[in-house]
């Protein structure tokens, strides 16, 4: 088995189910790192999956997926548009980086649209909620395999 993928999380995606469900839907976090782990399994592949609210925490974990994950998966949330630090993280990595948006971010407002992870993302999965992780780790297998 390969080393896991790291399934990244970051602002107030804790609150998922809680926070704006008529944008994010009922899903909790909770459901999502299930959805994570029974998907990897069928898979072949393992995830380590985490949620940070702080930058500098992702940014740590991004730079562990370096010497022990062979794929990242970020959500990068709130940081999408602002965090160089991610992006510069993700460039030093050196593994393949799959972006995931539970909403469109094309579709709301004009700041969301600009992402500095999309700029290091083999793949960008938008506006497909929860189900968008599955998407990201059925198109990491095939990365990570060659």
């Not at 944008?23 to 592949?45: F, H, M, N, Q």
């Amino acid at each position: 088995m390969t080393q896991p993928i790291f399934v990244l999380n970051g602002p107030n995606l804790n609150l998922l189910g809680q926070r704006e469900p008529e944008k994010y839907g009922t899903a909790t976090l909770a459901d999502v790192r299930t959805l994570c782990e029974e998907t990897a399994a069928g898979l072949g592949l393992a995830v380590d999956f985490r949620q940070s609210n702080h930058e500098g925490v992702l940014v740590d974990w991004i730079q562990e997926a370096r010497d022990s994950g062979s794929g990242i998966i970020l959500n990068p949330a709130g940081y999408t548009t602002t965090s160089i630090a991610i992006m510069d993280a993700l460039l030093a990595a050196a593994r393949p980086v799959i972006e995931v948006h539970i909403t469109n971010i094309h579709r709301r407002e004009e700041f969301r649209h600009h992402s500095y992870v999309s700029k290091v993302a083999e793949a960008v999965i938008a506006g497909a909620g929860v189900h968008g992780y599955r998407l990201a780790l059925e198109h990491m297998a095939r990365l990570v395999r060659g």
